[in-house]
Structure formats: structure tokens, C-alpha cells
């Protein structure tokens, strides 16, 4: 930790807590991990954890914070209606999207109870992670990086593709939809065209699982690199606090 944090900690706790966990996560490497529905996020997700990453997963946490009783869960009820629930008390997370779906209205209102539990949550697991190893590479792996422009808080993006017809043979097959639907869910997603521009990485899962999985290597090398020379540059810009 840099003098300039330990200087506040005759300041206020909350001064110095807010200098370190700037110091911890500005240390290690933060990936963002997106891509078109599926496209292939999580297989990527997995060989690069297997390489040396560490994970964090939007879909994970999301599903984890609306646990029946929690808050985000009595939050959902409350503005949705006990209809979202399964018999198991459970919220129906398809259910949900599917009530959302073509509703902007009801979508933000999702949105507004979501999105900042899970970016707490990405937050203090960074922290956690920043404490443990202060070199990690960190992947975060949120289908809404780009929508959220969480884009921005990222070292590098990668994003992840496959042609139209793979993405509608998966939905077909992960979600158990048919086609007009499967092309629907398609459609409305933000255009691939404008996430590749904020790409810094583009992983192409269009051919055989080892095509991919070379691909990904390469790119977590690339990754180390950058975090290597990050490291032997002492001279890079200190947060302000």
C-alpha cells in the first residue's frame, strides 16, 4: 500500500478503506468477459479460470441475491407480485424475464433493483480477491457489461461471438424454445457490431471446442503480459482520494 494511504489512516477509517481498495484493485488486472446470448460466454469463462484467473460471475450473483428471503427477493414480490414465485418460495426467473421481456418500463424497474446489489457484490469480491493475491487477473463475466457501460471501469474487454444460427441452435436447445422465439430473444439484444467496438479481445466460438480453447490461452497470455508490465510500471497514476 502506497504512503499516501497509510498518510489518512490519522483521517477518518472510512478515508483510508476508500485509498486501499483503490490501491488493491488498481494492482490487479480486472477483465471484463462479454458477448452475444449464447454465444459461449461461460465455456470461455471456464478455460480461463482453469488458466489462472479469478471469476466472478454476474448471472451467479444475481441468482444468489434473489435467494428466497432476502432483500432483493421481498423487493421483487413487493413491485412484481407473488406470480413470479415458484412452489418452492423460489423467485421464476424465467417467468421474470419472460414479464419483462418486452416491457422497458418493467425491465428498468428490474434493473433498478438488480444491478446495484450485483455491482456491490462484484465490488467487495473484488476486494476480497485484491487482499488474497494483489496480482490477480480478474475476469468478470456479465452479459450486460457493455448495456450498463460498466465497460468503462475495465482494464480490457473481451467479448465473445458465434454466428446468428449457433446463437438460435443454443437458445433452442439451452431454454427449450422454438425458433420465432429463440430469433425474438436475438434481436433484441444490443447489436454485436457495437460491442466489438469496445473490444480489446474478440474470442470467436464459431468452430470446434478446441479451436477455442487455443484461442483463449492465446489471449490469457496476452492478459499476463499486461499484467506483468502493469506491475513493472510504478510510475502509473495513483488514484485520487
Known amino acids: 500500500m502506497s504512503n499516501q494511504c497509510q498518510s489518512l489512516k490519522s483521517k477518518t477509517f472510512l478515508q483510508f478503506e476508500l485509498c486501499h481498495l483503490a490501491f488493491t484493485v488498481k494492482e490487479m488486472l480486472i477483465i471484463g468477459l462479454t458477448g452475444g446470448v449464447a454465444s459461449g460466454k461461460t465455456a470461455v469463462s471456464q478455460i480461463l479460470r482453469e488458466e489462472g484467473a479469478y471469476l466472478i460471475d454476474a448471472d451467479q450473483i444475481a441468482r444468489e441475491l434473489v435467494q428466497p428471503h432476502t432483500a432483493a427477493w421481498n423487493e421483487l414480490i413487493r413491485v412484481f407480485g407473488k406470480e413470479i414465485l415458484q412452489e418452492d418460495g423460489s423467485i421464476h426467473r424465467k417467468g421474470l424475464a419472460a414479464k419483462v421481456f418486452s416491457d422497458p418500463e418493467q425491465r428498468n424497474l428490474l434493473n433498478h433493483i438488480l444491478h446495484p446489489r450485483i455491482k456491490a457484490e462484484m465490488d467487495r469480491r473484488l476486494k476480497?480477491?485484491?487482499?488474497?493475491?494483489?496480482n490477480a487477473i480478474v475476469v468478470i463475466d456479465a452479459a450486460l457489461l457493455i448495456e450498463l457501460r460498466n465497460h468503462r471501469e475495465m482494464d480490457k474487454v473481451i467479448v465473445v461471438t458465434a454466428t446468428e444460427k449457433q446463437q438460435i441452435e443454443r437458445l433452442k436447445k439451452r431454454d427449450g424454445v422454438e425458433q420465432e422465439e429463440a430469433q425474438r430473444i436475438l434481436f433484441s439484444q444490443m447489436p454485436l457490431e457495437e460491442k466489438l467496438k469496445v473490444a480489446d479481445f474478440v474470442i470467436r466460438n464459431e468452430?470446434?471446442?478446441?479451436e477455442t480453447k487455443k484461442r483463449v490461452k492465446e489471449v490469457f497470455q496476452e492478459l499476463k503480459k499486461i499484467a506483468f508490465q502493469r506491475r513493472s510500471q510504478p510510475e502509473l497514476k495513483q488514484p485520487a482520494v
Open 128 to 134: 476480497e480477491i485484491g487482499q488474497k493475491d494483489p
Open 207 to 210: 468452430g470446434s471446442f478446441e
